[in-house]
């Protein structure tokens, strides 16, 4: 090398090595103190963090294997059209998904639209008329309400007569065993089990405590079908609900086994009969999973579902550092800073407006879309109180994606969830934070 050329390069890898994170957040807007803040809370989380790393190195390593052993070919990534007969793309991926699950079969199609979609799916194609529908851990989903017939819809499975009975949770957030006996009848065909505490305070389910509440139940009945919404659960631990007695687990693909990278979709893994019911449901009798062009959209699920063990580790890490910011803070937060995690949801309470409502500006100025727009709280059709949301998604409405939302009454709580990557994760935690010191949310403890 010349001399001067040399020179050069020492002075460009000096400046390279130097760079500092501190002084890039502060050109994005987050001041010393509360980047020394976050790093004091990290510094904390370096074996949890671990913990999490290895959950992922496992879980990556079961998705490697699941592709392997069911010999995914490039072929595989070509799409079909029309009827999408013979699609050997849809049906390996299917293939792959079932041996993550340990199931027999597995339904994973673009045109499940969503979440709701697959649950409704999965209830309505494996309940009849007549029949019962029994959750066991309390008020499901709040999107599942008009799926059910809690609330009146047109379409619903009460309209069908199906029927459903409810057994919430006791105060500690422990199963109510006697009550679910007394509530378990010969009607009863199908016990649906949320594993996210979704938008409630109640705990959300360990896979292990999902495996004795589904014991339990088939000491009673054992031919009835135990079905879990997995929605936000994948890849947190090592096992799914399907590896614990569940016949069916159901989700969605904008959320964690879609890697940030499916722009659409829905799963339901299980029993070979319950998978086949619901396809007869989504396509018709007859056809079944045969029919369903997967157009172009494979490479996308099969590439999310590849690195969602480290996606949802991202976001995990998040909800971990999330929670022990504000709790240090003096916030109630739920999950806490130190309990384990069976979902990536985590929420703050502020107790006034001003926090939670500058806490969603900072994720959206995070985000890598969008952020020049300011969030404000509007009238959401279905709420009693005005929602604030916030999200600069790749995919619109995904909640793999780093988001915030909440409803504008008391306690003003902020749920928070994804991030598909640590780092981005991080800094949207460090710009809400910085967000409700500027707004007078949150004093700093220095
Ligand atoms: C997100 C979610 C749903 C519904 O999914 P959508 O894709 O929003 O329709 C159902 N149950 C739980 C627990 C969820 O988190």
Not at 37 to 58: C, H, P, Q
Not at 185 to 198: D, W
Not at 208 to 228: K, N, Q
Request: hydrophobic share 40%.
């Amino acid at each position: 090398m010349e001399k001067k050329e040399e020179t050069a390069y020492r002075k460009k890898q000096t400046a390279e090595t130097e760079a500092s994170i501190t002084d890039f957040y502060r050109t994005m807007g987050i001041s010393e103190p509360v980047c020394a803040f976050g790093e004091s809370v990290l510094a904390s989380l370096e074996e949890r963090f671990k913990g999490i790393d290895e959950t992922a190195e496992y879980n990556q390593m079961k998705v490697l294997k699941a592709m392997q052993d069911n010999r995914v070919s490039e072929a595989c990534l070509l799409g079909t059209t029309g009827y999408g007969y013979n699609d050997l793309g849809r049906d390996t991926l299917e293939a792959v998904y079932a041996s993550v699950f340990h199931t027999e079969d597995a339904l994973v199609r673009p045109q499940i639209t969503c979440g709701t979609h697959a649950l409704a799916l999965a209830l309505m194609s494996n309940l009849r008329p007549g029949d019962e529908l029994l959750s066991p851990v309390g008020k499901p989903y709040d999107t599942l309400e008009e799926v059910i017939g809690i609330r009146e819809s047109r379409g619903s499975l009460k309209e069908y007569g199906v029927s459903y009975r409810q057994v919430d949770l006791l105060p500690d957030g422990g199963f109510d065993y006697e009550g679910i006996r007394a509530a378990l009848n010969e009607k009863t065909k199908l016990v649906t089990i949320q594993r996210s505490k979704g938008y409630q305070t109640r705990p959300t389910l360990s896979v292990a405590s999902i495996g004795e509440l589904i014991a339990f139940i088939r000491g009673i009945r054992p031919d009835v079908i135990c079905m879990v919404d997995n929605c936000y659960g994948e890849f947190v631990e090592r096992i799914e609900p399907t590896d614990v007695g569940a016949d069916m687990c159901v989700g969605s693909l904008i959320k964690n086994p879609g890697g940030g990278l499916a722009p659409i979709g829905g799963y339901i893994a299980g029993k070979k009969e319950c998978v086949e019911n619901a396809a007869r449901r989504l396509t018709s009798p007859g056809l079944g999973k045969e029919v369903g062009a997967s157009l172009g959209i494979l490479p996308q699920f099969y590439q999310g579902f590849f690195l969602a063990p480290i996606v949802t580790a991202g976001a995990l890490k998040g909800a971990i550092f999330a929670a022990n910011l504000f709790e240090r803070l003096g916030f109630p937060v739920v999950p806490n800073g130190t309990e384990s995690r069976h979902d990536i949801i985590q929420a703050v309470t502020f107790r006034d407006p001003k926090g939670l409502i500058a806490f969603c500006e900072g994720i959206q100025a995070a985000a890598p879309v969008d952020s020049f727009v300011v969030p404000e709280p509007w009238d959401m059709p279905g709420y009693d109180s005005q929602v604030i949301m916030a999200a600069g998604a790749f995919v619109s409405g995904s909640s793999i994606e780093l988001s915030a939302d909440g409803p504008l009454k008391p306690p003003y709580a902020v749920y928070f969830q994804g991030g598909l990557t640590w780092p981005h994760a991080k800094f949207g935690i460090l710009k809400a934070l910085q967000r409700c010191v500027d707004a007078g949310a949150v004093r700093l403890q220095r």
